[in-house]
């Protein structure tokens, strides 16, 4: 009887810790990503053999210089409309004016930022019994666009918007919140094609990246009008008279003009929009396969024009690649560094 005992005890042993494995095994199945980045976050060397991972923002103007004690790119000048805030703590958003109050002395559900003297909202609107019960039921009210007095500029609502540019628009309908149309600055509906399942937002020169597949995938350029000027082609943005293009091939990027003519060569790893002449691209790649998982920049960017030059930065104390590159903004741009 004691042997049968010992049996049984010794079964359940085993069981337990058969029980154990497979659920040890289940949390490394489910988790095991996360695990790993958990471990490379503190245990990755930097793969540019960089002394310290850390890394500082700085400001440089478009010659390269760095801007030292420069307060960083001006986020708003006022030019389009009040400046578009939201509300830490409550969710909401508001628009202020150059003194810093409540422009319109009320607040939004959802908001966009002035472009051109319009901006899309959403109002907040209350679920409850009566207002004293009721609480915030913030994306549930649909768009509209407001003016810089804060009045709806036209009557018309919608499921989603995009900001003005070239007296363009990209919406969609409440009856058809999932097909793309393109608005003016009047309301009117300028066309909508069926063959386009996304339109993204226009440039400031009139041209928008097309979608005409499922998934929805980058592939083409229409005008104002909503006329193919480029087609079939990965178009990731367009602006200034130029958009960056994936190569099928190769994997890099390039960039071409409205008709879709190659002016600069597929070479760069990733390609942003130019902005005031400039470009940021990633020219460089830092880091091995190993780590794909990095929590530190994998290229090294820079500036190029629109003949591909690349721009030399003359930075304070430092020599090391960049880690990121953003967009020039009245004649500035924020850079990161090592």
């Known amino acids: 009887m004691d042997k049968i005992n010992n049996n049984y005890k010794n079964n359940r042993i085993t069981f337990k810790k058969i029980l154990l494995c497979l659920f040890c095994l289940a949390i490394a199945l489910f988790y095991g990503d996360a695990i790993r980045r958990t471990i490379i976050f503190f245990l990755e060397p930097n793969p540019n053999d960089i002394n310290e991972i850390s890394w ?45 109050n409540n422009a319109f002395a009320r607040e939004y559900a959802r908001a966009r930022p002035f472009s051109e003297g319009l901006a899309a909202v959403s109002d907040i609107s209350y679920v409850g019994q009566n207002e004293d019960e009721a609480h915030l039921s913030f994306g549930s009210s649909p768009w509209h666009y407001i003016d810089t007095t804060g009045k709806q500029a036209f009557p018309m609502e919608l499921a989603r918007v995009s900001e003005f540019h070239c007296q363009r628009a990209v919406a969609t309908t409440l009856d058809n919140p999932w097909k793309p149309i393109c608005i003016d ?6 066309f909508s094609n069926p063959q386009i399942t996304e339109i993204y937002p226009y440039s400031k020169d009139g041209y928008a990246v097309v979608s005409t597949q499922f998934p929805k995938v980058p592939n083409g350029l229409i005008d104002k009008n909503g006329k193919f000027t480029i087609n079939n082609l990965r178009i990731i943005n367009f602006a200034e008279g130029l958009g960056a293009f994936r190569d099928r091939a190769t994997g890099r990027f390039g960039y071409v003009n409205s008709s879709g003519e190659i002016l600069l060569k597929p070479k760069y790893y990733e390609a942003g929009p130019f902005s005031e002449g400039l470009a940021a691209v990633a020219i460089r790649d830092l880091a091995p396969t190993k780590y794909e998982y990095s929590t530190c920049a994998k290229y090294a960017w820079g500036y190029i024009d629109k003949s591909g030059n690349l721009l030399s930065i003359k930075l304070v104390g430092k020599t090391s690649p960049l880690r990121g590159a953003e967009s020039f903004h009245n004649g500035r741009a924020t850079i990161t560094v090592w």
Do not use: C
Request: aromatic letters at 6%; proline letters at 6%; hydrophobic letters at 25%.
């Open 185 to 190: 600055n009047k309301g009117q509906i300028v």
């Open 56 to 100: 500082d923002k700085r400001t440089i103007d478009r010659s390269g210089n760095e801007i030292v004690g420069a307060p960083g790119v001006p986020e708003h000048d006022f030019a389009n409309g009040p400046r578009l805030e939201r509300r830490h703590g409550v969710g909401s958003y508001i628009f202020v004016d150059r003194n810093g």
